[in-house]
């Protein structure tokens, strides 16, 4: 049984194979960020220490990021030296719900989307949360709903 406040949230792997597998193209709340130009973007660190930075905006290229398409998305990626940055850092999302601390993968205007990989199945059912795969349950929640946790930790 899972004792009220515990952190029924799953690994940063399996965290990782959620956000690769199951949303394509959400508005992801769980990774990588950098500073950069005081303007916070998704990043990530290359093999040989660089960081790409990458934005959804237009107005992007005027900082010299590049086009890219990916699928049917259109993003800008620049690459820059970690001296560049101001910061670099994962950032998770958390949220309170009915108890529970909850991972929070996706978002919209008035909503999140909470998961958990762990605890007691039949709680995550009474809660009204769905199965999408074994062992992993889901749910759109409106945010007022829930109290909302963002942890910063520096790379």
Not at 35 to 59: F, P, Q
Not at 96 to 121: A, S
Not at 140 to 149: D, F, G, L, M, Q
Request: glycine letters at 8%.
């Amino acid at each position: 049984m899972t004792d009220r406040l515990q952190h029924p949230v799953i690994s940063d792997a399996a965290a990782f194979l959620y956000i690769k597998f199951y949303l394509k193209g959400g508005k992801m709340r769980n990774i990588t960020f950098a500073i950069y130009k005081g303007i916070e973007y998704s990043a990530g660190i290359k093999k040989d220490g660089r960081i790409v930075l990458r934005s959804e905006d237009d107005a992007s290229k005027k900082e010299g990021f590049v086009e890219k398409e990916i699928g049917n998305n259109r993003i800008y990626i620049k690459y820059v030296q970690k001296d560049e940055i101001e910061e670099i850092y994962d950032k998770k999302t958390y949220a309170v719900y009915e108890g529970y601390k909850f991972i929070v993968v996706d978002e919209t205007e008035k909503q999140i989307l909470i998961l958990t990989m762990k605890g007691d199945y039949q709680e995550w059912i009474r809660l009204g949360m769905e199965c999408i795969d074994k062992g992993m349950y889901q749910k759109w929640i409106n945010k007022n709903e829930a109290e909302i946790e963002v942890l910063k930790e520096k790379i």
